[in-house]
């Protein structure tokens, strides 16, 4: 029959087989109940050669052999007696771990003493960080083996690198704040600058702040008043805050100076901490300064623990304040010393049907004393707390335990709240009609919403996951996409891709403009790609539509301003010639020829211009001067309309404005207006201009019949007619553009004793 592993003994080779009976059950039970991972290792000169020669060697001049391992070492480590028996360290470890496991033993053996040292090993149940201590065992003076306890750091050293990480993000904002921020002792030895600090005072950050005082950065007249705070601060233990002129390297600075004392663990003010801030931004800091300060509240109330320590007894020992608060405890005169009376008090605040539960966990864990644990518990007013309990060991080797509560009903709540912003960002996400996804580096969808998923026939739980050429039908629109993402990856610039064509599930290709840039992955900091992309596929079509009513237009464009202009110029020139040929009575119908075909002419100018104005796709203004445009009109027009009375009134202002060669169009159309829709045998016409330093005005006025106040508001609109007009009205609406082009304006005025007064105002340039 096979000996226990836990009680088989060999007292030739066991190193508790020397103690008598009574004391070698003691060290046994000791052995198999410490926390501590126990194990017993042999060791044995290997001066000799031999078939353990490569093994030696490796080791050097000693070998050493797993004998035994308690339960929490089997425990911790996966592995049991059996399997420990026997082996060495490099059988056991491998060849790596086990040369550094074994050069630790050598340095106990060679020194006969004990040694403590740190060391993380991976095993089956998973790699842990370990305290050890190396104890030798003494035979004759020579060290026949070795006892090792080791305890299990690895949330210690966690907590330390979270530690560490807290305190290097704490350096970091504390440089970056705009704040000049210090920190001295109770003799005004400063302790510590900030970077806003050093540049405020002109201090290279090479000095050593300690070294410096008050004196060596306040004038004498002053020195008095800043010491006399600091006093104040430390008799009184009370934060201040006032108005300063601080005399930096770049003159007076009025600032808002706050001064908090520094307590130690007893209360005592050992240190003034100072905080400066600009005092224009007075108001933005303190809202700052106030949502930090809510913030820094939450923060601390999230993450102050109660404690509470019973013994083996269920004594109470200690707790803090923090654990009365917790447990609505705080006001009682007297606090029961039981723990079972404390927790028949508690067991009043936790929600049904978890009392009967909470109680059967603590009763299992004084029977498991050993036992870590951890787990929520709801209380009736709604909050929730988070227990972990630890036993602790006294003098005797006897359980107690540390029992610690803390409230994460506002991180449950946050918890909650995430999920639900995360939730709704995503309906907002998939209700974008653009196609917006993430790729990373390797072109796998992180994120891909509704239209994205929708382009490709699938689901975004379908995209996302999947690389880009499982997922675009087309390969080659996958191979140009998957360089585009990688040429802004890779030079963390975005890029525009005004158009590019994309061939969706249903076979149709459809044109996007896509704007990709750089992202880093929350987390990973991995690099990856965000891009949008919208389907302008039906602009496009519009565009080319457009393109084609343009090209037409120009066309017509030229057969108006040639062959029919050419045309009616002949007419023209010909009716001229049979004015001299023709019956008495019958010269009223060649003027009316004549009159019809100057119309005529007068509409394809008009319409070519319009055609140009309708042309242009931007609007491209020089300096023209007024007079020289406008004279030329009135002398162009007078000669036209013979029959009509066009006069200047004063001097034409020789001012400048910012026009094109359509200028002309817009008085020529005026003045032509003027004559033709007039009911006077003979109509006069009158033109007038004034200018200032901003605006030039000119004004057209007629003898005619006027225009209505409802016919003013309609008439420069495109078609619009005078009144009994035969025209196109493309003249009017051609004025109104242009003038709105040149940043003018145009209106109508009535004329005294009738007719009408059309005013241009244009705004002038030197």
């Not at 020195?223 to 104040?232: A, G, V």
């Not at 404005?657 to 016409?685: K, M």
């Amino acid at each position: 029959m096979k000996d226990d592993p836990e009680t088989a003994q060999d007292n030739d080779t066991d190193p508790l087989g020397a103690i008598d009976s009574g004391a070698e059950n003691v060290y046994e039970t000791i052995f198999r109940a410490i926390d501590d991972a126990v194990f017993l290792i042999d060791v044995e000169r290997t001066d000799d050669g031999g078939e353990g020669e490569e093994e030696r060697q490796r080791e050097g001049e000693y070998t050493f052999t797993f004998r035994r391992n308690n339960a929490s070492h089997r425990d911790q480590t996966g592995l049991s007696e059996d399997e420990l028996r026997g082996q060495t360290p490099r059988e056991l470890l491998g060849d790596e771990q086990g040369a550094t496991v074994a050069e630790n033993y050598r340095r106990c053996v060679e020194r006969a003493e004990p040694i403590e040292y740190e060391e993380t090993l991976a095993f089956g149940a998973g790699t842990t960080c370990w305290e050890t201590k190396l104890t030798p065992i003494l035979e004759d003076g020579e060290v026949s083996g070795i006892v090792g306890a080791s305890r299990n750091v690895t949330e210690r050293t966690e907590r330390e690198r979270t530690l560490n990480r807290m305190h290097r993000r704490f350096e970091t904002v504390l440089e970056t704040m705009s704040a000049a921020v210090f920190l001295k002792d109770t003799d005004g030895r400063f302790l510590l600058m900030n970077r806003a600090c050093r540049d405020l005072f002109g201090i290279d950050q090479n000095v050593d702040v300690t070294e410096l005082t008050d004196e060596d950065l306040f004038p004498a007249d002053r020195l008095s008043d800043y010491q006399r705070q600091d006093r104040r601060v430390l008799e009184t233990g009370e934060s201040i805050e006032m108005e300063w002129a601080v005399p930096t390297v770049e003159g007076e600075s009025v600032r808002l100076m706050r001064k908090s004392p520094v307590s130690d663990a007893d209360g005592n003010v050992e240190a003034i901490c100072g905080v400066s801030t600009d005092i224009s931004e007075r108001k933005r800091q303190q809202e700052r300064l106030q949502r930090q300060s809510s913030l820094l509240e939450a923060v601390t109330e999230a993450t102050r623990d109660g404690m509470l320590v019973t013994d083996p007894d269920w004594e109470v020992l200690h707790y803090n304040d923090r654990f009365l608060e917790l447990w609505d405890l705080a006001d009682r005169d007297e606090i029961p010393t039981d723990g079972e009376a404390l927790l028949a008090d508690a067991l009043e605040m936790i929600e049904e049907p978890e009392p009967e539960r909470f109680t059967a966990t603590i009763e299992r864990l004084y029977d498991r004393p050993d036992e870590v644990h951890g787990e929520e518990i709801r209380l009736e007013d709604g909050r929730t707390l988070e227990l972990y309990s630890t036993p602790v060991v006294d003098e005797d080797r006897r359980y107690g335990r540390l029992w610690v509560y803390r409230d994460v009903t506002a991180r449950t709540e946050y918890d909650a709240a995430i999920e639900q912003a995360r939730e709704e960002l995503r309906q907002i996400i998939d209700l974008i009609p653009d196609l917006l996804f993430v790729k990373d580096r390797h072109g796998e969808y992180l994120l891909a919403n509704e239209a994205t998923a929708e382009a490709y026939g699938t689901t975004p739980e379908a995209v996302e996951g999947s690389t880009e050429s499982e997922i675009i039908p087309a390969a080659e629109d996958s191979e140009q996409f998957r360089s585009d993402d990688l040429e802004v990856i890779e030079s963390g610039e975005p890029k525009s891709i005004p158009e590019e064509e994309l061939t969706t599930a249903d076979g149709e290709t459809k044109t996007f403009r896509t704007v990709k840039i750089p992202y880093e992955v929350s987390g990973s900091g991995d690099d990856a790609v965000l891009g949008y992309a919208r389907d302008v596929t039906e602009r496009k079509e519009y565009e080319r539509t457009l393109e084609r009513q343009r090209d037409n237009l120009e066309l017509l464009n030229q057969v108006v301003r040639h062959d029919v202009r050419n045309d009616l110029q002949l007419v023209l020139a010909y009716t001229e010639l049979l004015r001299e040929h023709v019956d008495e009575g019958t010269e009223e119908y060649v003027e009316q020829v004549l009159e019809a075909a100057r119309e005529a002419v007068d509409i394809t100018e008009t319409a070519r211009d319009v055609t140009e104005v309708l042309l242009q796709v931007g609007v491209d203004r020089s300096p023209v001067r007024l007079r020289p445009v406008l004279g030329d009109q009135v002398d162009d027009v007078r000669s036209s309309h013979e029959r009509a009375l066009l006069t200047v009134e004063g001097s034409l202002p020789d001012v400048t404005v910012l026009a094109d060669e359509l200028l002309e169009s817009v008085f020529r159309n005026l003045l032509t207006n003027a004559i033709l829709h007039n009911d006077e045998d003979v109509p006069e016409v009158t033109v007038s201009a004034e200018a200032d330093d901003e605006t030039v005005r000119v004004r057209i006025a007629d003898d005619g019949p006027g225009i209505s106040d409802d016919q003013k508001k309609r008439i420069f609109e495109e078609g619009e007619k005078g009144l009994d007009s035969d025209g196109t009205g493309l003249g009017l609406y051609l004025v109104r553009t242009l003038v709105d082009r040149y940043e003018g304006d145009v209106r109508i005025v009535d004329n005294e004793p009738e007719g009408s007064v059309f005013v241009v105002e244009l705004p002038v340039v030197d």
